[in-house]
């Protein structure tokens, strides 16, 4: 595999996991790599602001409080004002299992991958769930941090 292929099966995975998470039940849809882009960063970080989550995923100041105020919304993330700077909110992981968060760690990718293959036998679909399972074990998102800057 090229690095162009992996970029592209990057791409792929990434639209896949967009495919089989639950719709919400309202408010505004789209974005959703950015909302979990941040909300693995807050659950990492507890205490943490918009600025630093900013920092650390390299995303933009904006597109980082667009999502923790949808975070904020459906109760993943509860913000707290910063007791040594006031104007500063604290973000942290809402310790309370909110519906929608319970929604989103049960649902499974099997659909989404098996609409992907298209027509596909059952141990083609296992095939590629494993490889996928296997991927996920060993390139975590902490492996990143073994990267070249």
Do not use: C, F, W
């Not at 990057?10 to 896949?16: A, E, P, V, W």
């Amino acid at each position: 595999m090229s690095p162009v292929e992996l970029i592209l099966l990057g791409r792929t995975l990434m639209k896949l996991g967009e495919q089989a998470l639950p719709a919400p039940e309202s408010g505004p849809t789209g974005g959703e790599r950015t909302v979990v882009i941040v909300m693995s960063d807050v659950y990492a970080h507890a205490g943490t602001t918009v600025v630093e989550v900013a920092r650390r995923t390299g995303l933009p100041q904006s597109a980082v409080s667009g999502a923790v105020a949808r975070l904020r919304e459906v109760g993943s993330v509860i913000a707290e004002p910063d007791a040594a700077d006031k104007r500063r909110q604290l973000l942290r992981r809402n310790p309370e299992l909110t519906p929608r968060r319970q929604k989103v760690a049960t649902a499974g990718i099997d659909d989404a991958i098996a609409a992907a293959l298209g027509e596909h036998s059952p141990a083609d679909l296992a095939e590629v769930l494993a490889a996928l399972e296997t991927l996920g074990k060993r390139l975590t998102p902490e492996t990143i941090a073994r990267l070249r800057p």
